[in-house]
């Protein structure tokens, strides 16, 4: 069983699930009372990221990630030699806003060891 959240979320006896459209992020529960919520589980938003980081698509990963609250070092630390390899293309991409923003919050630990383990997947190449 995965450990538990600090920031676990807890719905209403009798809430649903009425919505987590496919490969998204978000998911839609109708509360007893009749009214929708939607929010963004960690571990959906995370594997969401990773796709977008194994994908090479660095800006859309860094925006899920300073939209969301995600440390950015995830940039760097889901897969270093891939972000060494592209590091220019990474710094075009990111532009100077997410750039400065990622420059600020980079840190000595990594990224992939804290309470985001349980939550990423194995690198396609057997790393991690």
Do not use: W, Y
């Not at 959240?5 to 009372?33: F, I, K, S, T, Y």
């Not at 796709?51 to 950015?72: I, K, Q, Y």
């Not at 897969?79 to 075009?92: E, G, Q, R």
């Amino acid at each position: 069983a995965p450990p538990p959240l600090e920031d676990a979320r807890l719905l209403e006896r009798g809430a649903l699930v009425v919505a987590a459209p496919g490969g998204g992020h978000r998911v839609v529960v109708q509360m007893p009372r009749g009214n929708l919520e939607a929010f963004h589980p960690l571990p959906l938003l995370v594997l969401r990221v990773c796709g977008a980081l194994s994908a090479c698509h660095f800006r859309e990963a860094a925006e899920l990630m300073r939209r969301h609250r995600v440390d950015m070092n995830l940039l760097h630390d889901h897969d270093p030699a891939s972000f060494a390899l592209h590091a220019k293309s990474i710094v075009a991409e990111l532009g100077p806003h997410l750039l400065s923003l990622f420059i600020a919050q980079l840190s000595e630990g990594d990224a992939t060891e804290g309470a985001l383990k349980p939550f990423i997947p194995p690198l396609a190449g057997g790393g991690r």
